[in-house]
């Protein structure tokens, strides 16, 4: 493949298998800090022996690469705070249930849930001791406390808690996405219990976060409507927190939710228009580098404002090349370009890697570049409005095909009607982003009128107003769809090799896509043979008993939740999702289950278990039975004791207690999360 051919390109991949090797195991620094010094060292004697050489060796390529791979497993390391010596971890003992006198600066707000706000905080001291990393802070939501800002410097006297993992399987694993940010771990207090600890330290962040602040308190002067607000704050400030659940499923279903992430399409709107609005100073002595200059400062101000996100550092890094190349006479290759932006965002935030909006975002444009130009070359309208919708379809298509794999791994869905929603949009979408930012700094000057804020509410009202109904056309949005990692690998091969093979159709490209096509064969064969495994699930559900039995791709729940909790339950449906089930069937809860060659009793809240014909291999207690648990143990003698989320803690507490006594494996849900059986 040609796009190989470009060095900056393959050092990038080098950088990102070494990250991808650094997430998996566990290496020493200093063994990864030496290797590295001694490849360079290598590499120089290596470029020193070449140049004298007139045939040239893959001596000095090869250690290029083995370089960059250790510099990728290096700069993992040496951003995960737990390696340092003063991270809170190596301070105070984190599995003694002892509180610590803790203080901290708030890094981020996040959204709220229904019962707490969430904040990213960085530690300050630990117990008069100078300690780093980041926490997860949930404070009790009370209407009556004042918000805390971002770069307050509280205190207070809390144990660190181990942060919640999934209970469930093919749960979203909140835990993970944290950890990827580098935080462990999380405490949790009522706002009384913080102390305000008055500071002079300020942060970019806290900057960043006053001015958003201060934008949206000028707003909220004039008549928007809580949904524009929020649609506001995605589009022009990077904050999604205070969009609505069903406004975001809107836009999910329509296809359309790039739109509300700033991205390269608002970052690459915005400098068409700085760098029109730019160009007369082109007319003064050494004008384009000043240009370039206030280019690249607005767009790194931009990213500031925007919160900094993954998705935001991304664009505006490709841009700022694209932007120096653009004034400075120096045209890059957009592969080039994505991949300079790439190699310096991962050396300086290695994690973003595992980002699914860093994901996407690169693909997307990566398909638009690769993709676009040979649906482009299908059609050639004469009419230049015809040629524009034409062109917008095929970015749009290009984009979309570049993304499908990875969001129906993540997110099981697919917007049937993107086309619709997309070819609307999209073109007006640079006049609402400018329209947005005049609004915005005329509110700041206290000089915008409100005909003009009502004008630009209407816009942003018709917009949502037309997503929503696209969203509402249910046979167009198809969900739960299972799509395995195997799945994503098979189908980019599959899509590299076809478009590749449009290109330039010869035969080699023709095997490379018949290969390809036996790849996402073996990918289909592979799910069915997972298929034929037999589980039998104690799901944890708070409250209530959740049992299902799979064979093949068959599964059959038995439950006691009520047709409310029922209808709101996403555990079936992830487990749906994630084994592939096709069928599902109600059955109700019973005192017996066979498992092949074992046997599971369930206990319910009458606590009646006389079992004379066989001894149960598992007991299930369920609804807090008043049982004796020594005389059944005595009795029943079973392998291992479950308790699901429908007993009370007090109960399961005294249960788990009498097993440790008695030596019996015991399992509860809420602990350990759900109890799986395979057989």
């Not at 509180?99 to 708030?106: D, E, G, K, W």
């Not at 694209?322 to 080039?336: C, E, K, T």
């Not at 069915?528 to 064979?551: A, C, D, P, R, W």
């Amino acid at each position: 493949m040609k796009l190989l051919n470009f060095t900056i390109i393959k050092l990038t991949l080098c950088l990102i298998v070494g990250i991808i090797i650094a997430s998996c195991l566990i290496i020493s620094t200093e063994l990864i800090l030496y290797s590295s010094f001694g490849l360079m060292i290598l590499l120089v004697v290596s470029l020193l022996i070449s140049k004298n050489q007139i045939q040239k060796t893959v001596w000095f390529g090869m250690i290029a690469f083995l370089t960059m791979i250790c510099i990728g497993m290096l700069v993992v390391n040496l951003h995960d705070q737990r390696q340092f010596k003063n991270h809170y971890s190596n301070v105070v003992s984190i599995e003694k249930d002892s509180s610590a006198l803790i203080l901290f600066q708030v890094r981020e707000v996040l959204k709220p849930t229904a019962y707490h706000h969430k904040y990213v905080v960085k530690i300050l001291k630990i117990d008069d001791k100078q300690a780093t990393g980041k926490l997860l802070l949930n404070v009790q939501k009370n209407p009556l406390s004042n918000a805390i800002q971002v770069d307050d410097v509280l205190a207070t006297s809390s144990t660190l808690s181990e942060l919640n993992r999934p209970l469930n399987p093919y749960q979203f694993n909140y835990k993970n996405y944290l950890s990827k940010r580098y935080i462990e771990h999380q405490i949790s207090v009522d706002k009384s219990e913080l102390i305000q600890i008055r500071s002079k330290a300020h942060t970019i962040y806290g900057f960043a976060a006053q001015l958003r602040a201060k934008i949206d308190q000028k707003l909220k002067l004039y008549n928007f409507k809580t949904d524009e607000l929020a649609i506001i704050h995605a589009l022009l400030l990077g904050q999604r927190k205070d969009i609505s659940q069903d406004t975001y499923n809107n836009y999910i279903n329509a296809g359309a939710i790039h739109i509300l992430a700033v991205s390269g399409l608002h970052v690459g709107i915005i400098l068409l228009m700085l760098n029109w609005l730019f160009k007369p100073i082109e007319w003064i002595k050494y004008g384009k580098l000043i240009k370039t200059i206030l280019l690249v400062l607005i767009l790194c101000g931009f990213a500031i404002i925007a919160g900094l996100s993954p998705s935001v550092m991304r664009a505006v890094g490709m841009f700022i090349v694209v932007a120096i190349g653009m004034n400075l006479n120096r045209p890059a290759n957009i592969y080039n370009t994505l991949a300079i932006s790439m190699l310096f965002l991962l050396l300086f935030k290695p994690l973003f890697l595992f980002d699914v909006g860093f994901q996407m975002s690169y693909a997307a444009v990566l398909a638009i570049a690769s993709i676009k130009p040979i649906l482009a070359g299908l059609w050639y309208p004469k009419l230049k409005l015809v040629n524009y919708f034409w062109q917008l379809i095929c970015v749009t298509t290009a984009a979309q095909i570049g993304v499908v794999p990875i969001s129906l791994y993540y997110f099981h869905q697919f917007p049937g009607l993107f086309f619709l929603s997309n070819l609307v949009i999209l073109p007006f979408l640079g006049f609402i982003l400018g329209f947005g930012i005049i609004v915005i700094i005329l509110a700041l000057m206290n000089l915008l009128p409100p005909f003009i804020a009502d004008a630009f509410g209407f816009c942003i009202s018709t917009m949502n107003d037309f997503v929503s109904w696209v969203s509402q056309q249910e046979s167009f949005v198809f969900r739960n769809i299972s799509f395995g990692i195997l799945f994503v690998l098979a189908s980019y091969i599959l899509i590299i090799s076809m478009f590749s093979y449009f290109k330039r159709p010869n035969y080699q490209r023709l095997i490379f896509v018949l290969v390809a096509v036996l790849i996402l064969q073996g990918a289909f064969i592979f799910k069915k043979y997972q298929l034929q495994t037999n589980e039998f699930v104690i799901f944890h559900k708070s409250k209530f008993t959740l049992i299902g039995m799979k064979q093949n791709d068959r599964l059959v729940v038995a439950d006691n939740l009520d047709s409310i909790s029922k209808e709101k339950d996403n555990v079936i449906r992830n487990y749906k999702v994630g084994k592939s089930i096709s069928t599902i069937v109600d059955s109700e809860l019973s005192s017996v289950y066979s498992l092949k060659d074992e046997k599971l009793l369930v206990i319910d809240s009458l606590g009646v278990y006389n079992v004379q014909s066989f001894k149960p291999d598992y007991v299930l207690l369920r609804n807090s039975p008043k049982i004796n648990l020594n005389r059944m143990i005595d009795s029943l003698q079973p392998k291992v004791i479950i308790a699901d989320g429908s007993n009370y803690k007090s109960y399961v507490q005294r249960w788990k207690i009498t097993c440790e006594k008695e030596k019996i494996p015991f399992h509860h849900t809420n602990e350990r999360g759900a109890f799986i059986l395979r057989f």
